[in-house]
């Protein structure tokens, strides 16, 4: 698969996220799965896209998502059936470092913010700008939170029964 074609099958599912996020969707177990299933494949995309670019400019006027949506995300979100889970921030430190909670909701809320900024600058004519954002993003941010949201949306589906 082309650079261009793994670019754009990430703004495909990327809209697909971002409308189901800020869809009104029901407190259910299928609606667990359908977050599971979305955020799993927007960082498997993600984990394949590539940026050529080493510095870029700031396209201007281009603003961040607006406060107001990622509170109507966070709202949704948090209507799941599950919200908070224990995690730990960097697997890698040995000992392990003591269990945090994680959020669910802002998890969903700050992937979705950094995707839409993304198709924001894609709307706006700039596809590779938005890429270079979405490889530093997952490398520095919404990666993070989709590793830590797909990991307690498998345990809960499981606990649940869902995959049967």
């Not at 201007?60 to 224990?86: C, D, K, Q, W």
């Amino acid at each position: 698969m082309s650079k261009s074609e793994i670019s754009e099958q990430f703004i495909i599912i990327a809209r697909r996220f971002c409308n189901w996020a800020t869809s009104d969707y029901p407190a259910n177990l299928q609606s667990v799965k359908q977050a599971l299933e979305l955020i799993t494949e927007l960082y498997l995309c993600g984990i394949r896209l590539t940026s050529e670019v080493q510095e870029v400019e700031e396209p201007t006027p281009i603003v961040e998502t607006r406060e107001s949506m990622r509170s109507t995300v966070f709202t949704h979100a948090g209507n799941l059936p599950l919200n908070y889970y224990s995690e730990v921030f960097n697997p890698l430190t040995i000992p392990a470092e003591e269990p945090v909670i994680g959020d669910l909701a802002d998890d969903i809320a700050d992937i979705y913010g950094d995707i839409e900024y993304g198709l924001s600058l894609v709307d706006a004519g700039f596809t590779e700008h938005a890429v270079w954002e979405w490889v530093f993003r997952m490398q520095t941010h919404w990666g993070e939170h989709a590793t830590s949201a797909i990991r307690a949306l498998h345990c809960y589906s499981s606990e649940q029964h869902a995959f049967i």
